[in-house]
């Protein structure tokens, strides 16, 4: 703690509670049906999670009383030429917020993400769902880490 002669405090806190589910291996992939929205699940198989808030069973974090950074990155193959392509955080299977919505521009691969801030009040389950203007296939790189989904604690 530092204090000056005005009154004023700076207060510094450590805060080291992050964790990350992400594609380790072989590129995985989902399919997703045109114009619904669907989570992304299979192209997470790992995480780096200390605290336990990964559930592999479920593909969604489980977060604690807190103020927490979340980030995402999906990448889709096969989306036809100019399809929308979103993602979004749900939390307790509700639309929390868009990650980033993009368009397609011929074909090939394409990705779309982001991050937002969100509040847990305590066993929150946060997700990631994705909506495409046609039917594709959500595909991982293991090499290039085109998925992830990341939380980072910000304030406690």
């Not at 336990?52 to 096969?78: C, E, Q």
């Not at 980033?100 to 509040?119: C, F, H, K």
């Amino acid at each position: 703690v530092l204090t000056s002669s005005t009154n004023w405090k700076v207060v510094y806190s450590k805060i080291d509670e992050t964790a990350v589910a992400f594609c380790s291996g072989t590129p995985l992939t989902d399919t997703i049906p045109a114009a619904t929205w669907t989570k992304v699940s299979n192209v997470f198989d790992s995480s780096l999670d200390q605290q336990g808030w990964w559930s592999d069973a479920n593909k969604r974090f489980t977060l604690p009383i807190g103020k927490y950074s979340i980030t995402g990155h999906i990448v889709a193959s096969d989306i036809a030429d100019q399809s929308i392509f979103i993602a979004m955080v749900y939390k307790n299977g509700s639309q929390l917020g868009i990650l980033g919505r993009t368009a397609q521009s011929g074909t090939g691969l394409l990705g779309t993400g982001g991050t937002l801030i969100a509040e847990s009040n305590g066993n929150d389950y946060f997700e990631i769902y994705v909506f495409i203007g046609d039917a594709a296939t959500v595909t991982s790189n293991s090499i290039n880490g085109y998925c992830h989904f990341d939380v980072l604690m910000v304030s406690p």
